[in-house]
């Protein structure tokens, strides 16, 4: 009884600061690592956005199979709608959309969720789907052709397989942007400052300097609306960098 009142008044902390900017995100890491399931199942009933958000992603992260039709119901309510549909797939396998009605379908079904592995295949086609383009390539290597403003196209590739130094499964995310005149090299790195995901780097490419923007995503956290996302950020930023390089668009 010492043990779950102990655990109780902590977790009763750890909610409280899930309201603070401040103390969010270490919140929700201590959240996560405790796997505090009941306690974040609450915080979706939170008047406050922000918190809502908070447990919506920390039960995507641990794959809660409890929290699927309280999500269900959120998505109902249009409530956050894109996070929670990316929790929900996370923590199915199943890649329904915004359409609450085929998640509630589903759920008077089996209800059971797939395999936690990524099927990389399923997953191109699916953001295929969502960019409106057809992937190209085969195995762990995609790429995405996607039309911008102006006429101008730029190619996004996409690889599966990679880890970190910790041996997590990554999925990078990467796009050329032209030749690392080194006279560019601050004003291209310090956009990195201004950007909120993905960097800018140096690449050699068939031996030559080239600048280039690259995202990376842990597998387990990969959901096709998501990585369509991250494509999309990168594309755009790549094509504004090799507009301004060499006024072609060859990308």
Known sequence: ?????????????????????????????????AR??????ECLGSSNESVVWAAVESLG?????????????????????????????????????????RWREW???SGETAPAELDVADCVA?????????????????????SLPNDRNQTVAVYFGREDAKGDELVVIYSECGPANPKFYEAVLRKNLGIPAGAFAIRDIDGVPNFVIVDTMVADAVTPSALAKKIENIASRADIVEKSLTKQDQR
């Open 1 to 33: 009884m010492v043990n779950d009142s102990a655990h109780s008044a902590e977790f009763s902390e750890l909610i409280r600061q899930l309201h603070s900017p401040q103390t969010r995100r270490s919140a929700r890491q201590r959240l996560v690592a």
């Open 36 to 41: 505090a399931v009941e306690p974040l199942l």
């Open 61 to 101: 992260v641990l794959r809660a199979d409890e929290a699927v039709e309280p999500l269900v119901e959120l998505l109902g309510r249009g409530v956050l709608v894109l996070d929670v549909c990316e929790a929900l797939t996370r923590i199915t396998g199943q890649y329904l959309g915004a359409d609450v009605d």
């Open 107 to 109: 759920l008077g079904g």
């Open 126 to 146: 699916r953001t295929g789907e969502y960019l409106g383009v057809k992937p190209a390539g085969s195995g762990k290597s995609y790429q995405f052709m996607l």
